[in-house]
């Protein structure tokens, strides 16, 4: 707050308000829609976490469009995300969070318990070795050489990380450190909860928005087994 002052602020909550009443008013069929990898991609809508407010809205309709075109692999994902907007039958793993069928257990401590077609994760990776006491930038990318092993020959590893809210992260994402083989990004329009895929670099140096906690860009990121 004492970075904007309280005038930004009140008027940032004010349009967060204006915002999230006209989102709850609005029919889920008329969600906007965003261009990525050449497919124009409705957004999703759900009063979960007020999709229309944040990168929800892209993150969630790419991860399942995903999930669709995986319809007899075997799926994990990491973070108990996806169970708040759909009912999934694949395993979940998430260290902190309680639900059925999710299994609270570190990410870098997954046992080898098969291989995987797909592994997604919907902004989660970026909490780990981050949100934790004693942080460990370098935890991440033990995280990710983990989740390599599980995947099957052919098989996807998929994320989404909010641009700005790990900023050593995003280094290692932009200096290729992490073996994705292929990053791409959105960018939201500040005004309005409107996507649009740029390049890479045209979110390098964008803020995460803790105040709202909402990001202003969002790294695709993708390794093949």
Same mark, same amino acid.
């Given at each position: 707050?004492?970075?904007?002052?309280?005038?930004?602020?009140?008027?940032?909550?004010?349009?967060?308000?204006?915002? %999230?009443?006209?989102?709850?008013?609005?029919?889920? *069929?008329?969600?906007?829609?965003?261009?990525?990898?050449?497919?124009?991609?409705?957004?999703?809508?759900?009063?979960?976490?007020?999709?229309?407010?944040?990168?929800?809205?892209?993150?969630?309709?790419?991860?399942?469009?995903?999930?669709?075109?995986?319809? *007899?692999?075997?799926?994990?994902?990491?973070?108990?995300?996806?169970?708040? %907007?759909?009912?999934?039958?694949?395993?979940?793993?998430?260290? %902190?969070?309680? $639900?059925?069928?999710?299994?609270?257990? @570190?990410?870098?401590?997954?046992?080898?318990?098969?291989? %995987?077609?797909?592994?997604?994760?919907?902004?989660?990776?970026?909490?780990?070795?981050?949100?934790? =006491?004693?942080? @460990?930038? $370098?935890?991440?990318?033990?995280?990710?050489?983990?989740?390599?092993?599980?995947?099957?020959?052919?098989?996807?590893?998929?994320?989404?990380?909010? $641009?700005?809210?790990?900023? =050593?992260?995003?280094?290692?994402?932009?200096?290729?450190?992490?073996?994705?083989?292929?990053?791409?990004?959105?960018? *939201?329009?500040?005004? $309005?909860?409107?996507?649009? =895929?740029?390049?890479?670099? @045209?979110?390098? =140096?964008?803020?995460?928005?803790?105040?709202?906690?909402?990001?202003?860009?969002?790294?695709?990121?993708?390794?093949?087994?």
């Amino acid at each position: 707050m004492g970075e904007r002052g309280a005038l930004a602020v009140g008027r940032s909550c004010l349009s967060w308000g204006a915002r %999230y009443l006209a989102g709850r008013a609005t029919p889920s *069929r008329r969600a906007p829609s965003f261009h990525f990898d050449g497919e124009r991609i409705a957004c999703f809508h759900h009063p979960y976490h007020y999709t229309w407010m944040n990168e929800r809205a892209v993150e969630i309709a790419l991860a399942l469009r995903l999930l669709e075109r995986t319809p *007899r692999g075997r799926v994990l994902e990491v973070g108990n995300v996806l169970g708040h %907007y759909r009912n999934v039958a694949h395993p979940v793993v998430d260290k %902190y969070e309680r $639900a059925p069928g999710v299994l609270n257990v @570190d990410v870098v401590d997954l046992p080898p318990d098969g291989l %995987y077609d797909l592994i997604l994760s919907v902004s989660t990776l970026e909490h780990v070795g981050f949100d934790e =006491e004693p942080r @460990d930038p $370098a935890k991440v990318g033990r995280a990710i050489e983990v989740l390599r092993e599980l995947l099957a020959p052919g098989g996807l590893l998929w994320a989404t990380l909010p $641009a700005g809210y790990n900023p =050593e992260l995003d280094r290692q994402v932009h200096a290729c450190e992490l073996g994705f083989t292929k990053v791409r990004a959105l960018r *939201r329009e500040r005004a $309005a909860n409107r996507w649009r =895929e740029v390049a890479l670099g @045209d979110v390098r =140096e964008l803020p995460y928005d803790r105040l709202l906690f909402t990001a202003h860009g969002l790294l695709v990121c993708e390794l093949r087994g």
